[in-house]
């Protein structure tokens, strides 16, 4: 156990009560003592106890009585009974009433650490079990596409809609913030799709060098340029009958972009170097964390790749709008932290700390959630999350956010403006300062936003 467990031994002889409690204390239990089961079982009732060494004739109360005494008590110590009249009769009466064990005397002292040992033991895996059921229950509770956590009506909508898409081969184009969970999305949807048996491949399109993309998309032929010494297949191959998820697609060059317009309408390939095309059936799913109609308008992405990719948009909120799914997210990060460290014991946040998750503004989204709270687990030495494990940027006041502000009034008037001048702020900040798609995200007109960024400074209120 990690921390020391505590054992209360019951006897009414004190050299009994003196050996037991110097051999446990030498293998490093802390140790209780009473002389008979009414003793022990307001120790019982006061103390934490983890395992309950108690003799079966006592006067005042005997073993058995305080057997079936302490099932009324909350408690949650393992008993071990001992006796020098033990029988088969008594033991199997023992166990009936709820004790782990029984121990005769007289005994060898190895015998008593080995049984406490194998009572340890037996706890860790009880926890440990009861720990992973409290997870799959939570996980089915909130699990939604591809694993993803998220009961928020937001998340709730974009499961449903990836659910509809899922079942038939329609180009999706997954969008949102870095760390939002763009690829979680795009492996639910080939999860719950007719072709989760074949092929899932995910490539990052900002991350191969430009002279490489061509091959590494559709391959090449022996000889197509210097190094190429066989022929080798391109991503678009080996997802053949499967789905190739496209990350960060903005970043595509234009002459790439031109190729894989054709591989979207025409469903071939042509490697690098090669005379002939080869047909292939790979659904696309693309994602991004940039504004592609700005790069349109730019002239950075083909208008016309743009509109073939986004058939279906599914767009991911950043975590500093779906603030509902924060304390799913940690429970969940939580469990599986404590699970690969091997840290049972760690049970969820405290208050305090969920309070500054809760205000944190997140830029790093989930992703960066999943980081602190692996950081917080490693760190803790308690059953809950402490603020002192959390980073210390995330102390600091949540600037602008409405929690912060609302505190210092109690006007309904002065409130109201505070919440709807930082959701403007929020608004104006998500959509880079472009005023329609604000008034749009807002759900207001125009010419209302644009009256309502011209209020005067005192109706900011601090903001």
């Given at each position: ?15 009994m009560r ?15 003592t ?13 103390n934490?106890v ?14 058995i ?18 006796s ?14 709820g ?29 440990e ?11 089915e ?23 509809k ?14 760390g ?13 799709s ?11 399109c ?9 091959s ?44 894989l317009?054709?591989?979207?309408q ?5 490697r ?28 950075h ?10 058939v ?15 304390p ?58 402490q ?76 903001l």
């Open positions: 156990m990690t921390e020391t467990a505590k054992v209360l031994v019951i006897d009414d002889e004190e050299n003196h050996m037991l409690s110097a051999l446990l204390k030498g293998e490093g239990y802390a140790v209780e009473a002389a008979h089961g009414r003793a022990g079982l307001e120790l019982l009732q006061t934490v983890n395992f309950v060494l108690c003799d079966i004739r006592m006067p005042e109360m005997d073993g009585s305080f057997l079936k005494a302490a099932v009324e008590v909350k408690h949650s110590a393992v008993i071990i009974m001992m020098a009249f033990g029988t088969v009769d008594t033991a199997i009466e023992a166990m009936k009433q004790a782990y064990d029984f121990i005769s005397k007289p005994f060898k002292t190895d015998e008593v650490v080995l049984v406490l040992k194998k009572a340890e033991e037996r706890e860790r895996l009880r926890r079990n009861i720990f992973l059921k409290k997870k799959i229950a939570g996980l509770k909130t699990a939604g596409l591809g694993g993803m956590i998220g009961s928020s009506k937001a998340m709730q909508a974009i499961f449903q809609l990836a659910d898409v899922a079942k038939h081969s329609t180009t999706v184009l997954i969008t949102g913030e870095s939002t969970g763009k690829e979680l999305v795009a492996r639910g949807i080939h999860e719950k007719g072709r989760a048996a074949n092929p899932f491949l995910a490539v990052n900002g991350g191969i060098p430009e002279n490489l993309i061509e590494e998309f559709f391959g090449h032929v022996r000889g197509a340029f210097t190094g190429a010494d066989r022929d080798r297949k391109g991503l678009f191959e080996e997802a053949n009958s499967g789905t190739l998820f496209l990350d960060e697609i903005g970043e595509l060059p234009l002459s790439i972009q031109v190729k317009l054709r591989v979207l025409e469903q071939d390939i042509r690098v170097g090669a005379t002939v095309s080869r047909k292939v059936d790979v659904r696309i799913l693309a994602a991004t964390a940039r504004d592609l109609t700005e790069e349109v308008r730019q002239g992405f083909r208008e016309d790749l743009f509109y073939r990719l986004n279906v948009n599914i767009h991911l909120p950043p975590l500093r709008e779906r603030i509902a799914d924060i799913p997210l940690c429970d969940h990060f939580i469990e599986k932290f404590a699970i690969s460290m091997n840290r049972p014991e760690i049970e969820g946040a405290a208050p305090a700390a969920l309070q500054m998750l809760l205000t944190h503004s997140w830029p790093g989204n989930v992703r960066e959630l999943e980081n602190v709270l692996e950081r917080a687990v490693l760190l803790t030495d308690d059953r809950l999350i603020p002192d494990n959390l980073p210390k940027m995330l102390a600091g006041r949540r600037n602008g956010h409405p929690l912060d502000l609302l505190l210092s009034t109690s006007s309904i008037k002065k409130g109201r403006q505070i919440v709807e001048q930082w959701l403007i702020e929020r608004a104006m900040e998500v959509t880079g300062g472009n005023k329609s798609r604000a008034a749009e995200l807002l759900e207001i007109s125009y010419p209302s936003l644009l009256g309502k960024l011209k209020l005067p400074d005192d109706a900011n209120i601090g």
